[in-house]
């Protein structure tokens, strides 16, 4: 099984940028589909983005389309989200996740690995 690790968190301005790191290890890593999600205080998880294998396909939640990227990097272990524009409705914690689906998927019941989050507060 596959052990991931998130880094890259921190307090930022809005209108500024963050990029936040996903360090995976202990399996094959560009056999999972990726994801992230975000959990602020007194709401529910929500998904962020999702990337494919190979990294060819990408899907966002609406709320952080145009303004996120995911990539990932297999040849590295790691998984990235390029985070502009930040707002202050994007603080939260932010999850990376691994799932042993074939297609990219949206829902967090279809991950099975959860790394412990990093906190990510944009202030106004």
């Known amino acids: 099984q596959v052990q991931v690790v998130e880094s890259g968190g921190g307090l930022v301005q809005a209108g500024g940028s963050l990029r936040l790191s996903c360090a995976a290890s202990?399996?094959?890593?560009?056999?999972?589909?990726m994801g992230w999600f975000r959990q602020a205080p007194g709401k529910e998880r929500e998904f962020v983005a999702a990337?494919?294998?190979?990294?060819?396909?990408?899907y966002y939640g609406n709320s952080v389309k145009g303004r996120f990227t995911i990539s990932r990097v297999n040849a590295k272990n790691t998984l990235y989200l390029q985070m502009n524009s930040l707002k202050p409705e994007d603080t939260a914690v932010y999850y990376c996740?691994?799932?042993?689906?074939?297609?990219?998927?949206?829902?967090?019941?279809?991950?099975?690995?959860w790394g412990q989050g990093t906190q990510v507060t944009v202030s106004s």
């Open positions: 202990g399996g094959t890593f560009s056999r999972y589909v």
């Open positions: 996740a691994a799932s042993q689906k074939v297609t990219i998927t949206p829902y967090d019941f279809d991950y099975d690995y």
């Open positions: 990337i494919s294998w190979a990294g060819a396909r990408t």
